[in-house]
């Protein structure tokens, strides 16, 4: 079955940097598309970045103005998303998501603290 497994959350201080990694089995990772969405605290979820199966295009929410960076390395069956001068506003339970399979992954926690 699909599995998708988050991890590389953690507290981290505003301005820094964190890098999440997403570990996906139980299909044929790089046929398909991935997404990364976050939901912060009271707030609905948001798509985050997602990234083309060949990982040749790549698309991002507008809050990010160009501080994230989305990968894939489908010979580890896994996804990145590299979080650069990380807001307090970014404070969220991220997630990952392959839209093929409707399938999300648990989930990690991303603090910014001041």
């Known amino acids: 079955q699909v599995q998708l497994v988050e991890s590389g959350g953690g507290l981290v201080q505003l301005g820094g940097s964190l890098r999440l990694s997403c570990a996906a089995s139980g299909f044929t990772f790089s046929m398909y598309p991935m997404r990364w969405y976050r939901r912060a605290q009271g707030k609905e979820r948001e798509m985050v970045a997602s990234?083309?199966?060949?990982?040749?295009?790549?698309t991002y929410g507008d809050f990010v103005q160009g501080r994230f960076t989305i990968s894939r390395d489908n010979s580890k069956n896994t996804v990145y998303l590299q979080m650069n001068s990380l807001k307090l506003e970014d404070t969220a339970v991220y997630y990952c998501?392959?839209?093929?399979?409707?399938?999300w992954g648990q989930g990690t926690q991303v603090t910014v603290s001041s």
């Open positions: 998501y392959t839209p093929s399979f409707a399938s």
């Open positions: 990234i083309s199966y060949t990982g040749g295009s790549t």
